[in-house]
C-alpha cells in the first residue's frame, strides 16, 4: 500500500498500470486498493479520453505528506497534452517558478493557438505565456527528458512507457475561468510536490 502511494505521489494510474508496475496479481491490487479508497487516500475518476478507464490518484491533502523516494534528475520535463494550448503551456511555466530544471511543453496534436483562458488564468497568477506557441512533441522531446503527460487523451495515445501522468481536467470543455481556475490549481499543486522531488 506505501508503494501505490508512492507510485500516485508522483503521477495517476489506472489499475492495469498499476498491476503492471507492481507485477500484481489484479485480485491482490483490488484488495489493497479497496483499502486505500476506504480510509479516504485513494480516489478515482473516469478519463476523459476513452471514458472506459478510471484513473487513481491521491486524494486531496494527501499531497506531499507521505514521504516519497526521490526522483533521477532528468535533463528537462516536458509536459504533454493533445492541442499543446492550454495545461501543457501552464504545467511548464509553474515548473520553472518551481525548480532549476529546464521545463518544456508540447502536443501529440498540436492547435493553432494557444486557448485565451489559459492566457487569463497565467495572467491572474502573474505567469507570462507570452512567448508560449502549440509545438509537436516530435519537434520537443529529446533523451534524457522526462515526460509527463497533463492530458488523458495524450496519455492514451503514448501509452505507459517511462512517463508520468497527471489526469487534469480539460478546462475548454467548460470554457468558464473556474474552470481554467480549477486546472491551473490542481497542476500547481502536482508541480509543487513532484519538483522538490
Given at each position: 500500500?506505501l ?7 508522483a ?25 486505500l479508497?476506504?480510509?479516504?487516500l485513494v480516489?478515482s ?7 472506459r478507464?478510471r ?18 534528475v532528468p535533463?528537462?520535463v ?7 494550448s492550454?495545461r501543457s ?12 530544471i ?5 502536443g501529440?496534436?498540436p ?5 485565451p483562458?489559459?492566457v487569463?488564468v ?11 506557441r502549440?509545438?509537436?512533441l ?11 503527460t ?6 492514451e495515445?503514448?501509452?505507459v ?7 487534469v481536467?480539460?478546462p475548454?470543455?467548460t470554457?468558464t475561468p473556474?474552470?481554467?481556475e ?7 499543486r502536482?508541480?509543487?510536490?513532484l519538483?522538490?522531488?
Amino acid at each position: 500500500r506505501l508503494r501505490i502511494a508512492d507510485i500516485l505521489s508522483a503521477g495517476d494510474a489506472t489499475a492495469s498500470e498499476l498491476a503492471e508496475t507492481l507485477a500484481m496479481p489484479s485480485n491482490l491490487l483490488a484488495h489493497h486498493l479497496k483499502v486505500l479508497r476506504g480510509v479516504g487516500l485513494v480516489v478515482s475518476q473516469p478519463s476523459q479520453g476513452d471514458r472506459r478507464r478510471r484513473y487513481l490518484q491521491l486524494a486531496d491533502g494527501v499531497f506531499g505528506l507521505q514521504p516519497v523516494v526521490p526522483f533521477a534528475v532528468p535533463a528537462r520535463v516536458v509536459f504533454v497534452c493533445t492541442a499543446n494550448s492550454a495545461r501543457s503551456h501552464l504545467a511548464a511555466a509553474l515548473w520553472r517558478r518551481a525548480s532549476r530544471i529546464p521545463a518544456s511543453s508540447a502536443g501529440t496534436h498540436p492547435g493553432d493557438q494557444i486557448d485565451p483562458g489559459a492566457v487569463d488564468v497565467a495572467a491572474r497568477h502573474n505567469v507570462s505565456l507570452a512567448q508560449a506557441r502549440p509545438r509537436g512533441l516530435k519537434q520537443v522531446l529529446r533523451d534524457g527528458d522526462l515526460l509527463i503527460t497533463v492530458c488523458d487523451r495524450a496519455h492514451e495515445e503514448l501509452g505507459v512507457g517511462d512517463q508520468l501522468h497527471w489526469s487534469v481536467a480539460d478546462p475548454a470543455t467548460t470554457g468558464t475561468p473556474e474552470g481554467y481556475e480549477t486546472a491551473f490549481a490542481d497542476i500547481e499543486r502536482r508541480v509543487l510536490a513532484l519538483a522538490p522531488r
